[in-house]
């Protein structure tokens, strides 16, 4: 009798350990797997839909592991993805944490609103029709993250909140004596120099040609208001500016009229910000491509004539 008790009590902790193993061994899932649990989905539920996923390959050992360890009820909601291997015991403690899947979405500098309302109604990873209306200049270029569900509107009032506190930040440090009058002039000026250069050292100078051609009551004369009154920010311009794209009327041509454009051009980032709220001190009243990726700088109408001919001897080679 004393035997065969023996005997039971080893084939139990046998199968104890066997079953050990199981929760805590590497899994036979081959390639990574994504998965979403809906919220309020018991633990019959979750483990039904990871062997059907190939995640686990013993819903009732996922079902008992769970429960023993008092954790059933502490399997939680969302989009989660699976590595090949991955134990019962490691898919059980990322569901408690709630090791979701984050994703990515980038609205690059520079843009227009339109172009960054294309990229997020353009991305299938975001839930339900744009609804909103953002205006020119009121999205901040930055990467915004999401969880499955999430809507495109939630991502443009995520960039709206983030415009606004940025915008808020660099007014309230902005230099003394600066030539504009509130927050939407310094937000029309920044998105300005943010058309004018990529190049983060030269925003500063960049800025302070504007700044010091406000000052002095002379037009800005910058080409990308000019882009923006002839494709009213909807796309890029797919040629050069000519003469007569100089002459037309529009408020957001600096060539023909005096001061800032009536609204931003584009959706600066907190670089192009910073350099409009803090430029550098300079003369320069003039720049022109210097055929080499950056601009050239003049003090003067004379020396701008010489940059501009060093630019087109470049341009013809």
């Known amino acids: 009798m004393k035997k065969l008790i023996f005997l039971f009590i080893l084939s139990v902790v046998v199968v104890v350990a066997k079953v050990k193993n199981w929760v805590y061994e590497p899994g036979n899932l081959q390639n990574p797997v994504r998965m979403v649990v809906s919220r309020g989905s018991s633990v019959v539920g979750i483990s039904n839909q ?6 686990i390959d013993k819903p009732w050992l996922f079902r008992l592991a ?18 090949p291997r991955v134990s019962m015991f490691q898919v059980i403690e990322k569901m408690v944490r709630g090791d979701i899947v984050y994703h990515k ?22 839930r339900g029709e744009i609804t909103l209306n953002p205006k020119e200049g009121e999205l901040l270029p930055e990467t ?57 050292q030269e925003r500063g100078l960049v800025a302070s040609v504007f700044v010091n051609r406000l000052r002095k009551g002379m037009r800005l004369q910058t080409d990308p208001t000019v882009i923006y009154a002839l494709t009213e920010g909807k796309a890029e311009l797919d040629r050069s500016l000519t003469r007569k794209d100089l002459d037309i009327d529009s408020p957001y041509n600096t060539y023909k009229y005096y001061g800032l454009p009536p609204h931003p051009i584009c959706n600066p980032g907190k670089d192009a910000l910073n350099a409009t709220a803090n430029p550098e001190t300079s003369d320069y009243l003039y720049f022109v491509a210097s055929g080499d990726g950056g601009h050239n700088f003049a003090k003067s109408l004379n020396e701008h004539n010489k940059n501009v001919s060093i630019w087109k001897k470049k341009k013809k080679r």
């Open 144 to 200: 915004y993250s999401f969880v499955y569900g999430d809507t495109k509107d939630s991502i443009i009032k995520q960039a709206e909140d983030a415009m606004k506190k940025a915008l808020e930040e660099t007014w309230n440090t902005r230099s003394e004596n600066l030539p504009v009058k509130s927050r939407k002039e310094l937000l029309v000026l920044a998105s300005i120099v943010e058309k004018e250069t990529g190049i983060a």
């Open 105 to 126: 979405i980038t609205l690059p500098e520079g843009l227009t609103t339109k172009q960054m309302l294309e990229i997020i109604r353009a991305d299938d990873d975001l």
């Open 66 to 83: 769970a429960r023993y360890y008092r954790l059933d009820t502490s399997l939680k909601a969302g989009e989660y993805e699976f590595l």
């Open 50 to 55: 990871l062997e059907n996923f190939g995640v």
